[in-house]
């Protein structure tokens, strides 16, 4: 199974400011043949439903503000959120959908400092 | 409007069994993959299996700790997909969300407790 590990767990950035989380996978998901990086960025807002922010690593899904931006390959993915913002606050995940079975990583909560 | 909406949820007893619906509209259900996805309180996400479409020929895939326990089953006539999870123990006790792919639509979940 592919191991996905976030980092920091956890972290508090001030309004405005850039928060940066890292996700790496315990092998590359990035197939060769298509060369797109099987990789997805979920946020989870408290008492909500996880909603996809992130496919192919960086395409931005319909809806999701500009502030959000996804990149890496192979093994080492960054989701960067430039200016936080209240509505931010949140958990987020990173998902392989290489193989199965499509693992997670164990989660990032985002506040506010 | 798309909708995934999740039944069968409930209070269960160890080594009991429950049969989860997913109740799909809004969108051509015969042509994606039905994913479980779990969430035991205060925890992260757990992708627990997936059934493809017909064209895939229904596979199924689990992850190991429900492989012989759970199984996923679709019905594209009534827009339906199952998980029948068997010989259930405490540590399945998680909200269970059924979402699809390759669009992503996620359900609101239901509960299963699994205590005696």
């Known amino acids: 199974d592919i191991v996905m590990t976030q980092s920091p767990d956890s972290l508090a950035v001030s309004l405005g400011e850039r928060a940066t989380i890292n996700c790496k996978s315990s092998q590359s998901v990035l197939y060769s043949s298509d060369n797109k990086n099987y990789l997805a960025w979920y946020q989870q807002k408290p008492g909500q439903t996880p909603k996809l922010l992130f496919y192919w690593a960086s395409t931005r899904e319909s809806g999701v503000p500009d502030r959000f931006s996804g990149s890496g390959s192979g093994t080492d993915f960054t989701l960067t959120i430039s200016s936080l913002q209240a509505e931010d606050v949140a958990v987020y995940y990173c998902?392989?959908?290489?193989?199965?079975?499509?693992?997670f990583g164990q989660g990032t909560k985002v506040e506010i400092k | 409007e798309v909708q995934l909406v999740e039944s069968g949820g409930g209070l269960v007893q160890p080594g009991g069994s429950l049969k989860l619906s997913c109740a799909a509209s809004g969108f051509t259900f015969s042509d994606s993959a039905i994913h479980w996805v779990r969430q035991a309180s205060g925890k992260g996400l757990e992708w627990v299996g997936r059934?493809?479409?017909?064209?895939?020929?229904?596979?199924?895939a689990y992850i190991a700790s429900v492989k012989g326990r759970f199984t996923i089953s679709r019905d594209d006539s009534k827009n339906t997909a199952f998980l029948q999870m068997n010989s259930l123990k405490t540590e399945d006790t998680a909200v269970y969300y059924c979402t699809t792919s390759p669009e992503d639509y996620w359900g609101q979940g239901t509960l299963v407790t699994v205590s005696s």
């Open positions: 059934i493809k479409s017909k064209a895939k020929n229904y596979a199924t």
């Open positions: 998902q392989q959908y290489y193989s199965t079975p499509r693992t």
